[in-house]
């Protein structure tokens, strides 16, 4: 009924120790960098490839296991991020775990609202509805209702509190705790994606009429689905605003949107690792080709279009050798 993807013995461990060593190499970096000219750049562009890679690893959980094709990833990644901005701005409250749970929960009601619609459209239809939602979101945010939102210049200042016991405006703390965050997510997409309900997107995924037949009720996966993504992509942007100091309606603008597709794309969908594989490359091509050329996103475009033509499975599954089978039950 629905197909099973497996790893072929031998190379999944070489995956898991291969993202064991990264996490140590990410964890070290400070302690090594410490007291030289660089660290405090590397400690933020590190903090942006996490993040960034967080984000487009929520697109992957929603397009690479349930395949649905979101273009308005955006509308989530900036929701969790102005939730958190306006109440750090408006209201005083700079407790990390109480603005946190209140832009994860905000972005996933947007998720749930985002997903009931795009769950009973077609393929197609769910890529304008996500662009649409994301459109609308950020022309809401311009207009700036009531002054909540600060308008084309968005809302400024916004410094994160205290986090179990930790202060996250200290700039080390907030790379740890980033990494943990990133990695806690990672753990638990990849749970979600192994058990019964990711089976169950993966065979939407694969042929959506045979789960009907099963009696699967393939709108209410879908939107939770989407729930859950947006979650992760609201954690994301939250962060974001924390470790940017500003949320602005670029946030929320649709080349955010295609950030999270080319990451995802880049590094390999269906992966979970793949899309921060993707983010770091995207971001250090960024830092190394802007010093030499002003249109380096043409190099990116066209490593994109050789990836399409001769890997399109992406790097991650290249760099780790990770190839899977198809066991049909």
Avoid: C
Wanted: no cysteine; proline share 3%; hydrophobic share 55%.
């Amino acid at each position: 009924m629905m197909r099973r993807y497996r790893t072929v013995p031998g190379r999944r461990p070489s995956a898991r120790t291969t993202g064991i060593v990264l996490i140590g190499v990410v964890a070290l970096l400070p302690a090594v960098l410490h007291g030289s000219q660089y660290e405090a750049y590397i400690d933020y562009l590190v903090v942006q490839i996490m993040l960034l890679g967080l984000y487009a690893m929520a697109w992957d959980f929603l397009f690479g296991y349930a395949g649905m094709f979101s273009f308005g990833h955006a509308v989530f990644f900036g929701t969790g991020g102005y939730v958190a901005a306006i109440i750090v701005a408006h209201t005083g409250i700079s407790s990390v775990p109480l603005v946190l749970g209140a832009a994860l929960a905000a972005a996933f009601f947007v998720g749930l609202v985002v997903g009931f619609f795009s769950a009973r459209v077609g393929s197609v239809a769910v890529f304008l509805v996500t662009f649409a939602a994301a459109e609308a979101v950020r022309l809401l945010v311009v207009a700036d209702p009531g002054g909540l939102t600060g308008g084309d210049n968005g809302l400024t200042g916004i410094w994160p509190g205290r986090f179990l016991g930790l202060d996250l405006a200290n700039q080390r703390i907030f790379y740890y705790v980033v990494l943990m965050l990133v990695v806690l997510s990672y753990l638990v997409l990849r749970r979600l994606t192994r058990s019964q309900f990711g089976q169950v997107l993966l065979g939407i995924r694969e042929n959506e009429i045979r789960i009907r037949f099963a009696g699967y009720r393939v709108e209410q996966y879908k939107t939770i689905a989407f729930g859950i993504s947006a979650l992760f992509a609201g954690l994301a942007g939250a962060l974001t605003a924390f470790h940017e100091r500003i949320a602005s309606p670029g946030l929320l603008d649709w080349s955010v949107s295609g950030d999270a597709l080319l990451y995802a794309t880049l590094g390999g969908t269906g992966t979970l690792g793949g899309p921060i594989l993707g983010a770091a490359i995207v971001v250090i091509a960024r830092v190394v080709l802007s010093n030499y050329f002003s249109s380096w996103l043409i190099f990116v475009g066209f490593t994109y279009i050789l990836l399409v033509f001769f890997q399109p499975s992406g790097l991650y599954p290249l760099v780790f050798q990770k190839k899977t089978d198809r066991k049909t039950t």
